[in-house]
């Protein structure tokens, strides 16, 4: 069973940037279809970003595309989601999450077998 543990969440501007981290272990994750979504308070977990195995095929939610990218190196058991031109909105709790034995893309919250436990994002206006 792999276990999840995401990193490099803090505050930042409005037009700053960070980028989130997501290190796996207790397996290998070249098996793994991985995604990021995000979480505010009171509100549902929304799809942010998904990377196919090889790393050759990724999605990502309408209001992040063109600012986000997401990336992964499976010798490194890493995934990263990059964040720029962060606005006010994109302020929530970020949560890398994967599907086992599984080589696409996924957007449905309902197909992640397992998920970190989030890292906060703030962004000020």
């Known amino acids: 069973q792999v276990q999840l543990v995401e990193s490099g969440g803090g505050l930042v501007r409005a037009g700053g940037s960070l980028r989130l981290s997501c290190a796996a272990s207790?397996?290998?994750?070249?098996?793994?279809?991985m995604g990021w979504f995000r979480q505010t308070p009171g509100k549902e977990r929304d799809f942010v970003a998904t990377?196919?195995?090889?790393?050759?095929?990724?999605y990502y939610a309408d209001s992040v595309k063109g600012r986000f990218t997401v990336s992964r190196d499976n010798a490194e058991n890493m995934v990263w989601l990059q964040m720029n031109g962060l606005k006010p909105e994109d302020t929530a709790v970020y949560y890398c999450?994967?599907?086992?034995?599984?080589?696409?893309?996924?957007?449905?919250?309902?197909?992640?077998?397992?998920w970190g436990r989030g890292t906060q994002v703030t962004v000020s206006s």
């Open positions: 999450a994967a599907i086992k034995d599984y080589s696409g893309t996924a957007k449905q919250l309902s197909r992640y077998d397992y």
């Open positions: 207790g397996g290998t994750i070249d098996n793994y279809g």
């Open positions: 990377i196919n195995w090889s790393g050759g095929a990724h």
